[in-house]
């Protein structure tokens, strides 16, 4: 019996050794010129120069591959717009977790994932169109940073981890849905930041765990050490150094630690180790974003909607059955989600939010101003949800409120370490805005022109809906009530002018 169980022993240290040596190897100091053959060889066939096509070629194909990059307002793009234009039967199957469909007998046209642009492998490019939007790096940091926090805190209902741990073994089986500890980066970002958070509450006096009446608003909730890993040990950490920074270019050069590329590990490395190699993967990410169909923008959230709808909505149409144009959009709440909110999971207000109840029967006729109409409608109730979760998170981890205000008080430094950890992002997101203003121009100039008529007619009361969404979207409004202070000027001059030959025919 002892010599079999040493044998057991040994063949799983065989095993581990195995499957780890590869980790444990390739942390060591990689020889440049090594590192740039690979991750140069790697640029050349991600990017041949057979796959450039002009802005005005690139048109909405069969599959609309939604390449959601965290932090960037996508949830909202999703469900607020994306999911409004096509039909139930049309959205492939969430795939936030893993892909829960196949592509090639698949007759869906909607996929959204936090996948990053491998997933293309299993997609048939001819078929396939991708759209994305971009964040200010700094502000997508500080989110990431804030919504770690956010879904960690959620646990802190439980006495221990030990009990957070048990609880996902008894019920994580038996939920239907997808929890956000199960999509990428969060099963990694949330976890760890959940651990960090238990072993900050366990060394704490137990009389601090209450709300500090002393703290103040002048007080820093991005280093409050004793509450929460502080912002600055956030960004200087691996995990963040691996996911984090210069996220959105390795996500569309599809190089993050959830990558179908069998090199993406080795070429991060490469990367991390000489930083002058990052150039190869900003160029294929900026190739990948040209090529795209549309690139918008989280600080034009509102712009990006309505360009969109203009550019595809006569496509997607066409795309479905004739009697789409007739028929009101299905709504649909986000894939899966208990409403357990220890699990982390998308809570039954946000599926509420995110219903076809709050926008039913807007759409009308299809026009660009509906959708947008509707957009704004689904929108405010999304945000309200999304709030109202997340300060009852916070709660958990008071006095910590986190705001723009707030970041504010983030030391100079700090910010200037976060421009530095994801210059490849900066560039990016430069680029990105490069493209959204000439497409933001080439609209405009169709829309002056009355080329956009047969989209959205609508569009001609005023060039706000483009230049600013919400004057285009309120605009209405503006219009009653500009009427309303007509009559009433009107009724008080009737009535002065009444009592002035009142007064005279007494005299």
């Known amino acids: 019996m002892t010599s079999t169980r040493r044998s057991c022993w040994a063949l799983l240290v065989f095993l581990a050794v195995y499957v780890y040596l590869p980790t444990i190897v390739l942390p060591a100091k990689l020889d440049f010129e090594f590192c740039k053959s690979i991750v140069n060889n790697w640029a050349s066939a991600a990017s ?3 796959n450039f096509r002009e802005r005005d070629e690139i048109n909405l194909r069969d599959f609309l591959f939604f390449l959601h990059v965290p932090r960037t307002g996508g949830r909202a793009y999703l469900h607020c717009l994306l999911r409004k234009l096509y039909k139930k039967h049309e959205q492939c199957p969430g795939s936030y977790n893993k892909l829960n469909f196949d592509p090639s007998t698949a007759k869906c046209h909607l996929i959204s994932t936090h996948d ?3 997933l293309m492998q299993k997609l048939s490019e001819d078929r396939t169109s991708v759209v994305t939007i971009l964040r200010n790096p700094i502000d997508r940091v500080f989110s990431t940073y804030e ?3 956010e879904v960690a805190a959620r646990f802190l209902i439980h006495p221990n981890i030990t009990s957070v741990r048990k609880m996902s073994v008894r019920i994580r089986p038996k939920t239907r849905g997808v929890s956000t500890l199960d999509i990428w980066p969060w099963k990694y970002l949330a976890v760890w930041m959940r651990e960090d958070l238990f072993a900050r509450r366990d060394r704490r006096d137990p009389k601090q765990l209450k709300i500090n009446p002393n703290v103040s608003e002048s007080d820093d909730p991005y280093n409050m050490e004793e509450i929460a890993m502080p912002l600055l040990e956030f ?3 691996p995990i963040s150094h691996d996911i984090v920074h210069n996220g959105a270019t390795f996500q569309i050069a599809g190089l993050t ?4 590329h069998a090199e993406a590990h080795e070429i991060r490395h490469c990367i991390s180790q000489h930083p002058s190699l990052g150039h190869y993967v900003l160029e294929v990410a900026k190739k990948r974003l040209y090529n795209m169909l549309f690139v ?4 034009e959230h509102g712009k990006s909607a309505v360009m969109f709808s203009n550019m595809a909505l006569t496509r997607v149409v066409s795309q479905s059955d004739s009697s789409y144009a007739s028929s009101s959009i299905s709504g649909n709440s986000p894939s899966g989600g208990s409403n357990n909110t220890k699990n982390g999971t998308i809570s039954a207000g946000e599926r509420e939010a995110l219903s076809a109840k709050n926008v039913k029967g807007v759409y009308g006729n299809m026009t660009v101003a509906n959708v947008i109409e509707a957009y704004g409608v689904c929108m405010s109730s999304l945000h309200k949800s999304i709030m109202k979760r997340h300060n009852m998170s916070l709660k958990r981890v008071a006095p910590i409120i986190f705001s723009k205000k707030a970041r504010k008080l983030v030391p100079e430094t700090v910010l200037n370490q976060i421009l530095t950890l994801n210059s490849l992002d900066v560039e990016l997101y430069k680029y990105a805005q490069d493209i959204f203003g000439v497409e933001k121009k080439h609209l405009e100039t169709k829309i002056s022109d009355g080329k956009q008529q047969h989209i959205a007619p609508d569009l001609k009361m005023t060039r706000g809906v483009v230049d600013g969404f919400l004057f285009g979207y309120f605009r209405k409004w503006m219009v009653v009530l500009l009427g ?4 009433l000027v009107f009724f008080f001059y009737m009535i002065s002018s009444t009592n002035g030959r009142t007064s005279k025919l007494k005299v």
């Open 484 to 487: 309303l202070a007509l009559v």
């Open 147 to 149: 919504f770690s926090v």
């Open 48 to 50: 041949p120069a057979s």
């Open 116 to 118: 990053d642009y491998s």
């Open 257 to 260: 630690n959830n990558s179908g």
């Open 235 to 237: 960004i200087n950490s």
């Open 296 to 299: 918008g923008l989280t600080e």
